[in-house]
Each structure stands twice: as C-alpha cells, then as structure tokens.
C-alpha cells in the first residue's frame, strides 16, 4: 500500500523544488497499512476449515502470530501450511474447545493473547419437536461451551496485558426467524448476548468484544449440510440457497475475514458491543 506521508522539502530526486515549494513524497509502506497486526498473538477456533482457515490466512497474512484451536488437527495443519508457505507465523493446538481443562492448558501455554476470534461451531437442521436432547446437547457444547471457554480462559490474560479484542461468530438465525433450526438459533442467540455481556463487563479493561452475523457463507459447514440432507439434490439446493440473499448468491470466506480483520484491528477501536450482519441484504432486504 502507498501512503502520502506529508509534505517534505525536495522529495522527488531529480527534480528541484523552487524555493518554498513543497512537495508530497510517497512513501512505500507495508501492504498491511492501518489493519496491521504486526506483534500480535491471535487465537483463533475452528481455523482449519471455511470462516476460520480465511480469517487464519488473513490475519497472518497482516502480521499476527496466529495460534488455530481446532478438533481436526489434519485440516489445521492445512490451514497452518498455507500461511508458513506465505511467510506467517502460525501454530497448531488439537484441542476440543467444549473440554475446559484441556482449553485453559492451551491458553496457558500460549501466553499472552491479543486477539481471539471464538469461530469454531457447529449445525442442527430441525424446528424444536425434531431436536433430540442429544442435539441440543452436542449445539450447547460446542457453540456455547465452546466460547464460554474461550471467553474464560482469554479474558484474564488479557486483562493482564492491559487490553484485548474479542470477536464471535454469531449468525442471522441470532437476528430473524430461520426455518428449522431450534438449536443453532439457540447457540447463535447466545453468542450475541455473551458477546453484549462481556464487552459490558471489561470496558474498564480495554477490552473490545464484537460478534458477526454471517448469512449463508459458501464453506464445507455448507457443502457438509447439503450432501447430509438433500443427498442428490445438492447443486439444486445450493442455487436456492444461494438465492435467499436479496445479492444472489452466498459470501465467500475471504468476505467474512475482511470484516473479522477490521473489527480485531486498532482501526476499530472505537467499536464494542456490536453485532454485525454480513448478509447480502438477508436480514433488511428480504421482503
Ligand atoms: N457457513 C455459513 O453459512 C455460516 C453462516 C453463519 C455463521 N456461521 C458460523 O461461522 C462459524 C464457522 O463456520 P464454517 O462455515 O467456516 O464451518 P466449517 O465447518 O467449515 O468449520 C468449522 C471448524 O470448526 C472446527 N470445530 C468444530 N467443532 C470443534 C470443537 N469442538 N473444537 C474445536 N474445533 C471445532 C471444525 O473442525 C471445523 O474445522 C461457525 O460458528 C458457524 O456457525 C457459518
């Protein structure tokens, strides 16, 4: 990225300034600009796959040292050689984000964190009469539990680092009615008000906390959902549901990472306590 830097005296070689006349120099500065992540650790869940392996990509890409808490510890090896090969800085902990024990290890053995994007998380199809306790269950552990740990073992080391920034990954089924999805509109409300409490609670700590509200994102979490439900039907199934975006079609990860990379970034300093819907005009433009 270019930046203009000023006005300095006799900036452009070969060319003489008349006296008194300044000229503006273009300095080259990093392509990292004002979303510079340089020096800082982020943790990122679920940073194998989809939403979390773009926002691993990006945020490495930009200069953080970025740490992937995933189940699959084959796909965050993936994730974790892509952004080696680009020069990033990146480790890889195998870690179940629902066991406590074992993420506060994690956590401790990472040290200081300065940014943690609470990703990882998982999907039900069905309305509340085809929700097993089991479903609710295994929703509740990872899209709640899951972050709960996170947000506990994180806050006290950011805390003691003087600040931080926390970013969830809610959805639009926290915002409006979806079809048939009882549980994960449980988990994902519960994300957006966890999100509220803590950026509440640790204003005084200069801690930020936000969360996004993806629409529909063209992931595996995706391709998984249709191949499991409409077996046969998927390229049909993928056109409508890309067509419930009022924009016409799904977001790509990449789009998802460059909202996570300003809200985790100095450049939003001045935001907490926000949900963010990044739908392609699902929640305002859909009727
Ligand atoms: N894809 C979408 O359309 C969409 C829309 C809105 C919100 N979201 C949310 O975005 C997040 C990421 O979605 P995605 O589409 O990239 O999913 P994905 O399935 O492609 O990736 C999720 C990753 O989380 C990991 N994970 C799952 N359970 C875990 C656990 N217990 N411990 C550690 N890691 C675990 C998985 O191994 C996987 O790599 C999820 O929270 C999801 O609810 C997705």
Redesign the pocket.
């Known amino acids: 990225m270019h930046e203009t830097c000023g006005e300095i005296p006799g900036a452009f070689p070969g060319i003489t300034a008349p006296a008194g006349l300044f000229l503006r120099k273009t300095i080259t500065t990093s392509s990292m600009g004002i979303f510079d992540l340089t020096g800082k650790t982020a943790v990122i ?10 926002i691993s990509v990006l945020f490495a890409q930009q200069g953080a040292h970025v740490h992937i ?4 510890e084959e ?2 090896a993936s994730t974790a050689a892509e952004i080696t090969a680009n020069g990033g800085k990146v480790s890889v902990h195998g ?5 406590q024990a074992d993420v506060l290890q994690v956590f401790e053995r990472i040290g200081t964190v300065n940014i943690l994007v ?6 039900h199809v069905g309305n509340l009469e085809k929700t097993a306790e089991a479903d609710l269950d295994r929703i509740y ?3 709640v539990k ?1 972050v709960y740990n996170c947000l506990f073992a994180a806050v006290p080391a950011m805390k003691a680092n003087g600040g931080g920034v926390i970013l969830n ?5 926290a915002l409006v009615g979806i079809p048939d999805r009882f549980a ?1 509109t449980m ?2 409300g519960a ?1 957006h008000a966890m999100t509220l409490s803590v950026a509440k609670d640790y204003l005084a700590d200069n801690i930020r906390c936000n969360s ?14 249709l191949a499991k439900n409409y077996p046969g039907k998927e390229a049909e199934m993928f056109e409508k549901l890309a067509a419930t975006q009022p924009i016409g079609r ?2 790509k ?1 990449e789009e ?1 990472a460059q909202l996570a990379l300003y809200l985790c970034s100095d450049a939003a300093g001045f935001i907490t306590g926000v949900d963010y819907p990044i739908d392609g005009g699902f929640t305002t433009l859909n009727n």
């Open positions: 869940t679920g940073g194998g796959s989809g939403i979390g392996r773009a808490l995933e189940l699959n796909a965050a870690v179940n984000v629902t066991i609470n990703n990882a998380g998982i999907a552990n990872v899209n899951g990954m809610a959805s639009i089924a994960y988990s994902k994300t996004i509200s993806p629409a529909r994102v063209h992931t595996p979490f995706v391709d998984g959902f799904m977001a990860p998802i």
